[in-house]
């Protein structure tokens, strides 16, 4: 494979993960929107989000077979697009039931154009030579940045929702198919696995329980961080939306810089560090009642789980006897659960005692994520 070829592949995979970070934030954005469309309460708009995770998990169970059968370029092609249309279809029907539907259709296809694209990352990395994958994550926080952004600014501009969804949509569906062009033709590796994914074991058990607790750690700051500075701090709305930003933007900026970072340090003793640093901002944030160290604390928190997802992901692309495509899909299933599992468990300490209580999970995970760093990045 020539380097041109590898360099226009690796500019057209960070296309597709911006692609992918702005669907997600446009998804986002429109959640009230869907809310009062549907006239939904809050356990009917949550069930109808867990319907995109059982979506999710359905579809994982096939990835590593159906992205080796076809490759990521192709993949990534028909499920970006797929994707674009279901959430460009949210607001088209005024049935709950169609809503279900579409959210069933945007996790499981959602979730496959995620692993071509993690398993395309994979493969420039080996051909590179040199550590990408966080890069190409970073690429996914800056879309979902701009995606917000965009849909924060429909409104004042006087774009009517579906109108922003249609246009949202259709750009980033053609950017998909577009990218999608200068993409690896991968094909299908002698040996690849031809069974559905079953629980993984050992290693990839270990990776993906990691990869659960780093997304329930990063679910949490989405969900529960600005609620936590108004609620627990009695801050100002507008500083109370620094929280999320305070995160965000640390998260992406430790991804761009994640790939220098690895090239020099080992991925054990990054997990370790990653582990300590959402650990001691996080539980800066709790312990001291000041929302300027509260910010403080989370932007700590998103540099910490910045390169979590990436440096789990290579690891599990580089498992011996495993394709990348499975190793991924694997680490991502189990990773899709504590996802599912967060919110709720968060939720349900807060009812019973207080938030603050609730978000020690990400101080407990994260330093979770430390102790058994080396354990889990043993052989790679």
């Not at 993960?17 to 954005?29: D, E, I, K, N, P």
């Not at 279809?89 to 979730?111: P, Q």
């Not at 504590?338 to 990400?362: D, F, K």
Request: hydrophobic share 55%; with cysteine; proline share 5%.
């Amino acid at each position: 494979m020539s380097a041109p070829s590898v360099t226009r592949a690796a500019f057209a995979l960070r296309t597709e993960f911006f692609v992918m970070g702005v669907l997600f934030a446009t998804w986002g954005v429109h959640v009230p929107t869907v809310k009062a469309h549907y006239g939904l309460g809050e356990q009917a708009l949550a069930l109808a989000m867990l319907a995109s995770g059982v979506g999710a998990l359905a579809a994982l169970a096939y990835a590593g077979r159906i992205v080796g059968r076809f490759g990521p370029r192709v993949i990534a092609a028909v499920m970006g697009c797929v994707s674009c249309a279901a959430i460009a279809s949210l607001l088209l029907s005024s049935h709950y039931v169609a809503l279900i539907a579409v959210m069933l259709v945007f996790g499981s296809f959602g979730s496959l154009f995620d692993v071509a694209l993690n398993a395309e990352a994979s493969e420039i990395e080996a051909l590179s030579g040199r550590p990408l994958m966080s890069g190409f994550h970073g690429m996914f926080s800056l879309g979902g940045m701009a995606g917000a952004g965009l849909g924060s600014a429909a409104p004042p501009l006087g774009l009517a929702a579906q109108h922003h969804l249609l246009l949202a949509t259709g750009a980033a569906a053609l950017a998909a198919l577009l990218a999608s062009r200068a993409m690896l033709p991968v094909p299908e590796k002698a040996g690849e696995e031809k069974h559905p994914l079953s629980l993984p074991r050992g290693p990839l058990l270990l990776l993906g329980v990691l990869a659960s607790m780093g997304l329930i750690a990063e679910g949490a700051m989405y969900d529960w961080s600005v609620l936590f500075m108004k609620q627990e701090r009695g801050s100002e709305a507008a500083t109370a939306a620094l929280a999320y930003a305070s995160f965000s933007g640390a998260m992406a900026a430790g991804r761009f810089g994640g790939d220098w970072v690895r090239a020099r340090m080992s991925g054990t003793r990054l997990m370790r560090l990653s582990g300590v640093l959402g650990a001691a901002g996080m539980a800066l944030a709790l312990a001291v009642p000041s929302p300027t160290v509260g910010l403080l604390g989370f932007a700590l928190v998103g540099l910490g789980l910045s390169n979590v997802v990436p440096v789990l992901f290579s690891a599990a692309s580089q498992t011996p006897g495993v394709s990348p495509a499975h190793g991924i899909a694997a680490v991502s299933g189990v990773g899709y659960l504590g996802m599912m599992a967060g919110p709720p468990l968060i939720g349900l300490i807060a009812e019973y005692s207080s938030l603050t209580w609730g978000l020690v999970v990400v101080v407990a995970f994260a330093s979770f994520m430390a102790l058994s760093a080396q354990r889990a990045m043993r052989g790679r």
